[in-house]
């Protein structure tokens, strides 16, 4: 793998904002990217950073730093259907490695 | 569009029983992978296709995991005497580039379950 290292769970109240931390091993980098994963459902893509900084997409957005091997996803206004696992996973040669999922609940 | 289908969605089989997993990728995406996914955590790679050719198999957990797209579209996992530990939901992504370094589009899993 790749030492991917982020959260298990979170819990964050409706409206908020919340940032959901992912470390990773730098060699080889080639790109990281972010999923949302409802139970029971496929993971869907959110963002991919590749260069340094944030990428700002509706309420979600996503930052990279490489030198760090470090990126965060920041979700703002809350909603209740946010409610899921967000995966961090970094590109490999032929395949995504994941990791193992922040399981976040949104509260009222 | 329609996007990555997989059948069955859910799968019972008693140990020792041989399963075959269907995935029926984006029409036109080049590559295509394999993943499995234990209750609780990130899918772990198993297999990349681009078009019919399997480039990598190091994720296959044993020789009892074999998987084809023999026409590079359609792919198929077949696991072959199936133990408890195989029980995971097994997803199946392609994407259009013709390497692992982009966005991949997943299926909704197949759930198997051996009791």
């Known amino acids: 793998g790749q030492n991917i290292d982020q959260p298990t769970e979170m819990t964050a109240t409706e409206g908020a904002i919340v940032q959901i931390n992912c470390t990773y091993q730098t060699s080889g980098f080639n790109g990281l990217f972010w999923y949302q994963q409802h139970a029971g459902e496929a993971p869907t893509f959110l963002s991919y950073n590749v260069l340094d900084g944030l990428e700002e997409k509706g309420r979600f957005s996503s930052f990279l730093s490489r030198s760090k091997g470090y990126s965060y996803l920041l979700l703002k206004e809350l909603q209740m259907k946010d409610s899921a696992s967000y995966l961090c996973a970094q590109t490999g040669a032929n395949n995504l490695f994941f990791g193992t999922g922040t399981r976040l609940t949104v509260i009222p | 569009g329609a996007g990555v289908s997989q059948s069955p969605r859910y799968k019972v089989a008693k140990r020792g029983q041989d399963v075959a997993l269907r995935c029926d990728p984006i029409?036109?995406?080049?590559?295509l992978f394999w993943y499995q996914q234990a209750l609780g955590q990130g899918p772990e790679f198993l297999t990349y296709?681009?078009?019919?050719?399997?480039?990598?198999k190091s994720g296959l957990p044993s020789d009892r995991f074999f998987a084809e797209r023999p026409e590079g579209s359609v792919s198929t996992l077949k696991i072959q005497r199936t133990q408890q530990e195989d029980s995971a939901v097994y997803l199946c992504?392609?994407?259009?580039?013709?390497?692992?370094?982009?966005?991949?589009?997943f299926g909704p899993g197949t759930r198997l379950t051996v009791t």
């Open positions: 029409s036109g995406h080049v590559s």
């Open positions: 296709f681009q078009n019919e050719a399997q480039l990598d």
């Open positions: 992504a392609s994407s259009q580039r013709w390497t692992g370094a982009g966005e991949q589009y």
